[in-house]
């Protein structure tokens, strides 16, 4: 059975920079793609971030490009989100899970395509 974890979340400053980490057993970062989301309260969950199963192909959300990077080491099996400047609009539970529907090695910001995932890890952005 698959298990997820995500960890890092905690209380920052505007202006600071945060990893995320998302550590997976039962199945490899390496033969899915690997997805960031995010949810606020009042607020849909939007897509963050994703690294495809070969980890040639990232994508971002758009207002999200340039301050934020995806990656993955496949030796501790564990994704990462590396986000910088943070801003109070980046406070959000951040949720980390394989694809496991449909082309799994693919990018997807459709949460109906990842069924397995963590508890998330709360980010706070004070000003």
């Known amino acids: 059975q698959t298990q997820v974890e995500e960890s890092g979340g905690e209380l920052v400053q505007t202006g600071e920079s945060l990893r995320l980490s998302c550590t997976m057993s039962?199945?490899?970062?390496?033969?899915?793609?690997m997805a960031w989301f995010r949810q606020s309260k009042g607020k849909e969950r939007e897509a963050v971030s994703c690294?495809?199963?070969?980890?040639?192909?990232?994508d971002y959300q758009d207002s999200l490009k340039g301050r934020v990077t995806i990656s993955r080491d496949k030796a501790k099996n564990t994704l990462y989100l590396q986000m910088n400047n943070l801003q109070p609009e980046d406070t959000a539970m951040y949720i980390c899970?394989?694809?496991?529907?449909?082309?799994?090695?693919?990018?997807?910001?459709?949460?109906?395509?990842?069924?397995?995932y963590g508890r998330g890890t709360q980010l706070t952005v004070s000003s």
């Open positions: 899970a394989p694809r496991t529907q449909g082309t799994t090695f693919l990018c997807s910001g459709s949460w109906s395509q990842y069924t397995q």
């Open positions: 690294i495809s199963g070969n980890g040639r192909i990232t």
């Open positions: 039962g199945l490899s970062v390496a033969n899915v793609a």
